[in-house]
Structure formats: C-alpha cells, structure tokens
C-alpha cells in the first residue's frame, strides 16, 4: 500500500516536471524570435537597433584559434555593454567571457581567446548584453561566426 502511494507521487513529480522543461522551451523560443542576430563576415558585422546600429570589427580577419582575438564594437551614445561571452554552437566549449580593456568615446575594446578542439570548423556565438541608458533597459544582441582549423 505504501508503495502504491510512493509510485504516484514520482509519477506525478516527473510529469510536472515534464510539464515545466515543455513550458520553458515554449517560452525560450518565443523570446529568441524578438533577439538581434548577425552574421559575422569579412572580419565585421553590424546590428541595427531601431534607427541606431552597433558594428563589430574582429582582428585578425581570420579568426585565430588559441590566440588572442581582438574586438572592437562601435555603439552609438547612450549605449554601454554590461558584458559579453561566446559559447560553441555545435559543440559544448564552455562560457568563454569577453574580457574589457578599454572604452573611448563610442568604441569598445575587447579580447578573447577562442579554444581549440577536435571539430575542424567550429560555429560559435557570441553574447554582447548592452544597456541602453535612454531606454533605461538591457538588449541582447547575438553575432555568429565560424572558425576553421
């Protein structure tokens, strides 16, 4: 009887967790579709946000792989990045934070170090949480890269 009892509360744990993951998938998909993408080509990219845009430039052009990578964002005024890190797309490599070395004026100065690991083209992306002080809010912006080994 005890066991009868004990069966029912698991089974009613794990559907309500079932329950929980399926609603945050739902939820997380639907906040991807309002989020800011680009593509980065030719060592740059740039994201419009509303009649402002934010532009990134990546030295060197070839993204190097175990060697420093430097970044330099352009953002118009009112706008600070808070931080920012890039995580492997098609493989698990961790968090890896953008590291802030300086900031002029509108342009931000970063660097980076971008793991090596046994696939040879790599698809990573890259995080950048930017606060908008007119706004008084935090957007997401999102760059996609590759690398080949």
């Not at 007119?134 to 890269?145: E, P």
Request: hydrophobic fraction near 35%; proline fraction near 3%; charge should be negative.
């Amino acid at each position: 009887m005890i066991k009868k009892k004990h069966t029912g509360v698991i089974f009613a744990l794990i559907f309500l967790a079932g329950l929980f993951v399926l609603v945050k998938i739902n939820n997380h998909q639907l906040s991807d579709a309002n989020k800011s993408y680009c593509s980065l080509e030719h060592g740059q990219c740039e994201i419009n946000q509303g009649e402002q845009s934010i532009l990134l430039q990546i030295q060197p052009e070839s993204i190097p792989l175990e060697e420093e990578l430097s970044l330099t964002f352009t953002l118009p005024s009112g706008y600070n990045i808070t931080r920012g890190w890039i995580t492997g797309i098609n493989m698990y490599m961790g968090k890896i934070p953008l590291i802030i070395e300086s900031v002029d004026n509108n342009q931000t100065q970063a660097v980076t170090f971008l793991g090596s690991c046994s696939e040879p083209d790599m698809q990573w992306l890259m995080t950048l949480e930017v606060e908008n002080t007119h706004r008084q809010q935090t957007d997401t912006l999102y760059f996609r890269f590759r690398t080949h080994r």
